[in-house]
Every structure is written in structure tokens, then in C-alpha cells.
């Protein structure tokens, strides 16, 4: 796995983490909160539970809001990923042509056998097919374009 598949694999970690806390919170907020207000006490050291059903659905109209409002900006960053990924894959991503990409580009790589890969450069235009390993990168050919 190469140092960026492994950055993109933390990243993806990292805001699925990031979006079980927010849900969490969204979850635990409207329970703990009208919890604590429905329960009072009265001057003479008894609990009195106030509030009627109408506390409650106001939690629970509350609890629905937020899960909507969550899942819309979970849909909406989920759309911006795909868009970002295709347009990286349809080209325009850092090292894309016309944007004074470097020398150097991956083409293709295709993984053999673990930490074994095939790769297909062009550097500055000439095509080569490489391999990969742990220890080292050997040139197999050069290639016609």
C-alpha cells in the first residue's frame, strides 16, 4: 500500500470517526437535556416530575430536526467526495495536463502479490513499466506510446 493510499485510508478513518461523535451528540443531546428539567424538587424535598407529553414532543420533534439536519449535511459531504474523486479520476487533479503537471505520472498500478506492484509511468514522454516492492523499484521495459 502506498503512502497515500494509506493517508487516504486515515482520512476516511478520521471522518467516519468525526461523524459517529456528531451523531452521538445529536442522539444523547435531546435525551439528556429535558431529563434533568423534568425532574424538580419541591420545597418539601420530594421529586415532582413536571411536564406533560407536550415536553416530550418537543424533545422528540427536536431529536427528528437534528437527525434530518445531520443526515442532509452527511448527503451533501458525501456528494462533494464522489464529485471530488471523479473529477480526480476524469483528470483534474494536481497533476493534471494543463495545469503545469510535473514530469513525472502514474499512470496505472496493479498489485501483484502483497507489497508487489506493476507500474505504468510516463516521464517526460517516455512510457515505463516498472515494478514495485518493499525493498526496491526495477525498470521491466520501456514502452511504445
Do not use: C
Amino acid at each position: 500500500m502506498s503512502q497515500r493510499d494509506a493517508g487516504r485510508r486515515r482520512s476516511g478513518v478520521m471522518l467516519l470517526l468525526l461523524l459517529a461523535a456528531v451523531v452521538g451528540l445529536a442522539v444523547a443531546m435531546p435525551l439528556l437535556g429535558p431529563a434533568a428539567a423534568l425532574a424538580q424538587e419541591t420545597p418539601a424535598g420530594h421529586l415532582r416530575v413536571a411536564g406533560s407529553g407536550r415536553d416530550l414532543q418537543q424533545t422528540a420533534s427536536l431529536f427528528v430536526t437534528m437527525l434530518k439536519a445531520f443526515g442532509a449535511l452527511a448527503l451533501v459531504l458525501g456528494l462533494i467526495a464522489l464529485l471530488a474523486v471523479w473529477l480526480r479520476k476524469m483528470g483534474w487533479g494536481k497533476d493534471a495536463p494543463g495545469r503545469g503537471g510535473s514530469l513525472i505520472r502514474v499512470l496505472d498500478t496493479r498489485m501483484l502479490a502483497p507489497k508487489k506492484y506493476v507500474a505504468v509511468l510516463r516521464i517526460a514522454d517516455e512510457y515505463l513499466a516498472v515494478g514495485i516492492t518493499d525493498q526496491q523499484i526495477n525498470l521491466l521495459t520501456k514502452l511504445e506510446p
